[in-house]
Each structure stands twice: as structure tokens, then as C-alpha cells.
T-cell receptor, first 114, second 112 residues
């Protein structure tokens, strides 16, 4: 079964305490992305990766880091979280295969920074 | 920054009827395709349909079809034979495989 997993699903933390949200996919997709969703808004892209060791900034990269050391994993790192990073985070993986495009999202991680 | 306009913040449709959700965008990048996503009230994000910039025919995926008019920078989603489970937020997102920008969404409610 195609799956994107994220952990944790819910996290409450304090300002400045480093955290990592993990993302893993089992479809051998090349592309992976991180998004955040704030109330009343669509998703905004934080970072994306086109393959192992290839990452680039999305629209709102400030305050975030990513790495892609293995194809299946794409962790999101908040070195020093701040309250304005309180949000719902989605990881996604995708690929264009055999003329068809497929994309799957993780279930989301709800982060609260106090 | 690219601007995406989904002019219908909320819409109602009768069950079994067809509905069109509008989306316009202002990118000048000719390589941009168009994605549509669904987000039910449960919160998950679901990819629905994609059409590449150079695809000649409008994309279809089951009851979903795209009315992609590049010259007008418009890519409307048509849902045929609406079902109660279609009630959700719908987001359009122009972009490439890696980088997309989401609109603010249209909330669709299907009435029995």
C-alpha cells in the first residue's frame, strides 16, 4: 500500500527547542516536499527535494532545514522553533511515471510552539 | 509572487449534479502545469488531477476533469455526478513537479 508517514502527528513544544519531524515514503518516489498550512490558507511550500542530496527552497523556507540522505526519508528540522511556526505540516512524495502523475501526502503534523 | 485566484470561497451543489470550480493564475512561466487537490473536513490532503503545460487534451480522472485554458491562465475543475463525499475544500495549484503554489481554496458542499 502506497504510504507517506509522518511523526509525530501532534507536538507541543517551547520556543527555541530544536525538533525534527520525520517523513518517510514507500513508493521509491524521487520528489518529496514539505508544506505548511495555516488557517484560511492553502498549503505553502517550505522545501522540496528532487532526489537524494538535492533539495531547494520553496516559498517559505525561513526557520527550517531539510535533508535527503536516503530516497525514502525527508526530515524537516526546526533548529530554533518560534511561535509563528505553529502550523499544520504536510509531507508529500510524488513522481511522474508512465505518463501518469501520482502524489501522496502524509497525514499531517500539528505543531504548536509556545 | 505568483497569484492564484479561486473566486468562489464557498459553493453548493445538488447531489448527482455537475459542478465547476474556478481557478485563474498569473504566472508567465509557460512550463507550468496545474494540480487540483481535495481536503475533506478530516484534514488529509488528496491529490486529484494534474495536467501538464504541453498536454494537448484536457485531463480526466474518473469524475474529475480539468478545463485548462492556458491562454486565459485558467484551469477549472469539473466534478460530474456529485456525491456527498465530495464535500470538501478544493485547492488549485499551478506549478511544476517540484514547486507548486496553492490557491486559498473553494469550499464545496454537496446537498442531498
Amino acid at each position: 500500500e502506497a504510504q507517506v508517514t509522518q511523526n509525530p502527528r501532534y507536538l507541543i513544544t517551547v520556543t527555541g527547542k530544536k525538533l525534527t519531524v520525520t517523513c518517510s515514503q514507500n513508493m521509491n518516489h524521487e520528489y518529496m516536499s514539505w508544506y505548511r498550512q495555516d488557517p484560511g490558507l492553502g498549503l505553502r511550500q517550505i522545501y522540496y527535494s528532487m532526489n537524494v542530496e538535492v533539495t531547494d527552497k520553496g516559498d517559505v523556507p525561513e526557520g527550517y532545514k531539510v535533508s535527503r540522505k536516503e530516497k525514502r526519508n525527508f526530515p524537516l528540522i526546526l533548529e530554533s522553533p518560534s511561535p509563528n511556526q505553529t502550523s499544520l505540516y504536510f509531507c508529500a512524495s510524488s513522481e511522474h511515471r508512465d505518463g501518469n502523475y501520482e502524489q501522496y501526502f502524509g497525514p499531517g503534523t500539528r505543531l504548536t510552539v509556545t | 509572487a505568483q497569484k492564484i485566484t479561486q473566486t468562489q470561497p464557498g459553493m453548493f451543489v445538488q447531489e448527482k449534479e455537475a459542478v465547476t470550480l474556478d481557478c485563474t493564475y498569473d504566472t508567465s512561466d509557460p512550463s507550468y502545469g496545474l494540480f487540483w487537490y481535495k481536503q475533506p473536513s478530516s484534514g488529509e490532503m488528496i491529490f486529484l488531477i494534474y495536467q501538464g503545460s504541453y498536454d494537448q487534451q484536457n485531463a480526466t480522472e474518473g469524475r474529475y476533469s480539468l478545463n485548462f485554458q492556458k491562454a486565459r491562465k485558467s484551469a477549472n475543475l469539473v466534478i460530474s455526478a456529485s456525491q456527498l463525499g465530495d464535500s470538501a475544500m478544493y485547492f488549485c495549484a499551478p506549478g511544476g513537479y517540484q514547486k507548486v503554489t496553492f490557491g486559498t481554496g473553494t469550499k464545496l458542499q454537496v446537498i442531498p
